[in-house]
């Protein structure tokens, strides 16, 4: 690994971790050549399927919008990086397991409600009013109603 510092191609590694779902591997490493010391993250690339919208254009699955998007939504809501960080992780094995090329976006729409209605209720009504593009009071009556009746189903 090169050092991101001076260059120097030669590094060396001082600590390994895995994470705790063991997608990544941390290692810590220390440039012998300007003494500076960084971290890496590795983890298994596999392909994700490209992405058709609405409009049927096709483009590739960008990991930073999708958090982004979700972060959005649970802007100063207390939900933790790492609770998104998994959720993320989530989708994407999800979008993975799928086996297909190519996906629709709205697919990748409702897993992000899905994870964002375990995570936050407050940022799952946010991106839906987004995503499904509320237009009346009455179209957030109804996605209220909606988190209130799924929250009524789990607890029976």
Do not use: H
């Not at 990991?63 to 790492?82: F, H, I, N, Q, Y």
């Not at 629709?104 to 729409?109: A, E, I, K, L």
């Amino acid at each position: 690994m090169r050092c991101p510092f001076c260059g120097n191609p030669d590094t060396q590694v001082l600590d390994t971790r895995s994470s705790t779902e063991a997608s990544s591997i941390r290692r810590r490493r220390k440039c012998p050549e300007c003494d500076k010391r960084f971290t890496t993250y590795e983890r298994v690339d596999l392909k994700m399927p490209r992405l058709v919208k609405k409009d049927g254009s096709r483009t590739d699955f960008d990991r930073e919008k999708l958090v982004g998007s979700m972060m959005l939504a649970l802007r100063k809501r207390p939900v933790s990086t790492d609770a998104v960080e998994g959720a993320v992780a989530r989708i994407e094995e999800k979008l993975r397991s799928l086996g297909e090329r190519e996906v629709p976006t709205s697919r990748v729409g409702d897993l992000v409600m899905r994870e964002l209605a375990k995570l936050d209720k407050i940022a799952y009504i946010r991106f839906a009013s987004v995503y499904r593009s509320f237009e009346s009071p009455d179209d957030f009556r109804e996605a209220v109603q909606e988190v209130k009746t799924k929250k009524g189903r789990r607890g029976t």
